[in-house]
T-cell receptor, first 111, second 112 residues
Framework: QKEVEQNSGPLSVPEGAIASLNCTYS??????FFWYRQYSGKSPELIMF????GDKEDGRFTAQLNKASQYVSLLIRDSQPSDSATYLC???????????FGQGTELSVKP | NAGVTQTPKFQVLKTGQSMTLQCAQD?????MYWYRQDPGMGLRLIYY???????DKGEVPNGYNVSRLNKREFSLRLESAAPSQTSVYFC???????????FGPGTRLLVL
């Protein structure tokens, strides 16, 4: 089992819809969780981080964390074509505090 | 504030050649990382340096060496390049384990 797993997609949603991206992790001791966005040919950039169970909202983005079920999700409301990118879930593991990445989910928002 | 910088941006090597990828950060971060990214494989950690003077292997260290020259700079060396090392290489840095990690723009390496 991979340490951090994401559905690679592609996930296609119409403009204005809600995009839901999911991530599961295997290390029950993980404390910090990050979502990065990566446009084609560019480097990853941070969208959100979450440390506590529950929801964290920032504009159109909401991160949800459920430590008991070991999953973290990212919701994008009112999706725009400019949101089309690969979204990477990352988890700080217990071994040396390294950031472990999932393989990423490709999101395509159709006008 | 330039953040994390990497050189070169693009490089073509022949099998067996050597090269060093350079990375520098101006955010006074303690930790620095080297990743490679291949299609469908996500970001895989090659080596990291938790603090100045220390380096440790990541998930895919074979064929690479690193040097943490000082707090700012962390270089990645390929001693004898192989076609399997064709990839995009990202350097990253962060202050602490719970802090945001920032990435450089990447180096595209093609080994023929």
């Amino acid at each position: 089992q991979k340490e951090v797993e994401q559905n690679s997609g592609p996930l296609s949603v119409p403009e204005g819809a809600i995009a839901s991206l999911n991530c599961t992790y295997s290390d029950r001791g993980s404390q910090s969780f990050f979502w990065y966005r990566q446009y084609s040919g560019k480097s990853p950039e941070l969208i959100m981080f979450i440390y506590s169970n529950g929801d964290k909202e920032d504009g159109r983005f909401t991160a949800q964390l459920n430590k008991a079920s070991q999953y973290v999700s990212l919701l994008i409301r009112d999706s725009q074509p400019s949101d089309s990118a690969t979204y990477l879930c990352a988890v700080v593991g217990n071994q040396g505090g390294k950031l472990i990445f999932g393989q990423g989910t490709e999101l395509s928002v159709k006008p | 504030n330039a953040g994390v910088t990497q050189t070169p941006k693009f490089q073509v090597l022949k099998t067996g050649q050597s090269m060093t990828l350079q990375c520098a950060q101006d955010m006074n971060h303690n930790s620095m990382y080297w990743y490679r990214q291949d299609p469908g494989m996500g970001l895989r950690l090659i080596y990291y340096s938790a603090s100045e003077g220390t380096t440790d292997k990541g998930e895919v260290p074979n064929g690479y060496n690193v040097s943490r020259l000082n707090k700012r700079e962390f270089s990645l060396r390929l001693e004898s390049a192989a076609p399997s090392q064709t990839s995009v290489y990202f350097c990253a840095s962060r202050q602490g384990a719970q802090e945001t990690q920032y990435f450089g723009p990447g180096t595209r390496l093609l080994v023929l």
